[in-house]
T-cell receptor, first 115, second 115 residues
C-alpha cells in the first residue's frame, strides 16, 4: 500500500536561511510525487512535482525538491527563506502502477519563517 | 478561467440534516476528487471520478454520495449529517491521459460544522 510521511509537524527557520521540509514515501513502483502549499483559509496550491527524469525538480516561488530513490525521500528545499513562505506544506504520492488514481497526502508540515 | 469553484464557503448543519456541496471546474479536466481535511490529519480522499458517469470510493466514503453527470460538475452529498463530518472539504480536478496524471488543482474549500 502506498503511504507518505512528513516527520515534522513544524519547522522554524530564520529569514534568509535555507529551509528543508522532509517527506518520505512508500510505494511498490516508481512514484509520482508532489508538493503543495496551503495558506490560511485557502485551498492547496501546486508547487512542484516529480514524474520522471532529473532527480532535482524546480518549482514555483524558488522551491525545489530532490527525488532520492534509495532513501525513498522527496524533501522540499529553498536556499533562502522568506517570511511570506510561512504556510502549511503537503507532500503527496501516487503509485501509477497501482491501478487507481488515488493520491495519498501527508499530514502536513507547518513552516514558520522568523523575521 | 475560474479554475475550481466550491459553494458554499461555510455551512452549519444540525445532526441528521442533509446538504450538497457544489464543485465545478472550467478547465475541461476529466478527473475530479473530493477530500476532507481534519486538523493534523492531512487530506483524506472521499470519492473521485475519472469522467462523467464514473465515480469510485476513496479512503473515507461512508456517509457521502457523489454523482458526475457532466465533465464540469462533481457535487458531494451528505445524508444524515453527523458531528464526525465536521471538517473542511476540498474539491480538486486534474487531467489524465495515457496513465499520466497532471497536477491537481484545488478549490478554496467548504468549512462544514455539524452540531
Amino acid at each position: 500500500a502506498q503511504s507518505v510521511a512528513q516527520p515534522e509537524d513544524q519547522v522554524n527557520v530564520a529569514e534568509g536561511n535555507p529551509l528543508t521540509v522532509k517527506c518520505t514515501y512508500s510505494v511498490s513502483g516508481n512514484p509520482y510525487l508532489f508538493w503543495y502549499v496551503q495558506y490560511p483559509n485557502r485551498g492547496l496550491q501546486f508547487l512542484l512535482k516529480y514524474i520522471t527524469g532529473d532527480n532535482l525538480v524546480k518549482g514555483s516561488y524558488g522551491f525545489e525538491a530532490e527525488f532520492n530513490k534509495s532513501q525513498t525521500s522527496f524533501h522540499l528545499k529553498k536556499p533562502s527563506a522568506l517570511v511570506s513562505d510561512s504556510a502549511l506544506y503537503f507532500c503527496a504520492v501516487r503509485d501509477p502502477t497501482s491501478g487507481t488514481y488515488k493520491y495519498i497526502f501527508g499530514t502536513g508540515t507547518r513552516l514558520k519563517v522568523l523575521a | 478561467n475560474a479554475g475550481v469553484t466550491q459553494t458554499p464557503k461555510f455551512r452549519i448543519l444540525k445532526i441528521g440534516q442533509s446538504m450538497t456541496l457544489q464543485c465545478a471546474q472550467d478547465m475541461n479536466h476529466n478527473y475530479m476528487y473530493w477530500y476532507r481535511q481534519d486538523p493534523g490529519m492531512g487530506l483524506k480522499l472521499i470519492y473521485y471520478s475519472v469522467g462523467a458517469g464514473i465515480t469510485d470510493k476513496g479512503e473515507v466514503p461512508n456517509g457521502y454520495n457523489v454523482s458526475r453527470s457532466t465533465t464540469e460538475d462533481f457535487p458531494l452529498r451528505l445524508e444524515l449529517a453527523a458531528p464526525s463530518q465536521t471538517s473542511v472539504y476540498f474539491c480538486a480536478s486534474s487531467y489524465t491521459s495515457g496513465g499520466v496524471t497532471d497536477t491537481q488543482y484545488f478549490g478554496p474549500g467548504t468549512r462544514l460544522t455539524v452540531l
